[in-house]
């Protein structure tokens, strides 16, 4: 599932931004903090709140990005499907 994530980001551990931030570790990380990123004022307000991401908001925000950040960058439209959801959820968790 992670192949479609990989237009936009990387997932290696010392990893390149591209598009979006690299990925790895994202489980449980406070969100803009990837140095080096620059973050739309969007999430970045987010960040400010104390947003972190944990699997419940990451799952909320891959099924539907403009829910969480209505004003965010990220133009993907969301996974709709829940099996496919759990399993990228679970190749993340695996990641850092």
């Known amino acids: 599932m992670f192949n479609q994530c990989r237009a936009c980001h990387s997932i290696e551990a010392g990893g390149k931004n ?3 931030p690299n990925l790895h570790g994202i489980v449980g990380r406070k969100a803009g ?3 080096g990123f620059r973050y739309s004022a969007n999430l970045k307000e987010k960040a400010a709140e104390g947003l972190t991401w944990d699997e419940a908001t990451l799952r909320g925000y891959i099924a539907n ?3 969480l950040l209505p004003s965010g ?3 993907y ?4 499907n829940e099996q496919q959801l759990n399993d990228l959820l679970a190749f ?3 990641q850092g």
Request: without cysteine.
């Open 33 to 35: 903090t990837i140095e």
């Open 18 to 20: 591209g598009v979006g």
């Open 73 to 75: 960058s990220m133009s």
């Open 77 to 80: 439209p969301g996974l709709k």
């Open 92 to 94: 993340l968790k695996t």
């Open 65 to 67: 990005p403009k829910a």
